[in-house]
């Protein structure tokens, strides 16, 4: 499987208090939520299908930050882009705004790789992925 970066975009209807791992309780509000991730592994962008198996399935239990929301929010899209180079805190550079602080950034110096919006993203997204010179490709989920 190629390797790269990509984007899930998960909703919330409401209001709601989750528990994220050794983060604790964090309230969520209601809107898009979007995670930049990187699949550079030996698995590449089959990180994403794991994703999506892990919403639909539950087949395991929760261990990183985005599997706690991902158990409470509705996964809508991923958006992925092929690359070989490391430019998942680019994207969640690019991506910035309202987030939420050390999520899914223990491994880097980010202050985040979750960010909110209130309006659906995925124009924005596609919009920053185009910027750093990447052909994206989005798929719907839900």
């Known amino acids: 499987m190629n390797k790269g970066i990509y984007t899930l975009i998960l909703s919330l209807a409401v209001p709601k208090d989750i528990r994220i791992g050794a983060l604790g309780v964090i309230t969520f509000q209601p809107g898009y ?3 930049a991730g990187s699949a550079l592994g030996s698995g590449g962008l089959s990180r994403v299908a794991r994703h999506i198996r892990f919403y639909r399935e539950r087949y395991r239990k929760a261990k990183w930050h985005i599997d706690y929301l991902m158990e409470e929010a509705v996964l809508e899209k991923t958006v992925c882009a092929e690359t070989d180079m490391r430019l998942e805190c680019v994207l969640a550079s690019g ?34 992925f185009e910027k750093m010179g990447l052909h994206a490709v989005e798929h719907l989920v839900r």
């Open 33 to 35: 939520y979007i995670y």
């Open 95 to 128: 991506i910035g705004g309202d987030s939420v602080l050390r999520f899914g950034c223990s491994d880097c110096d980010c202050a985040s790789h979750l960010f909110y919006r209130k309006e659906e993203p995925t124009k924005e997204i596609l919009a920053v």
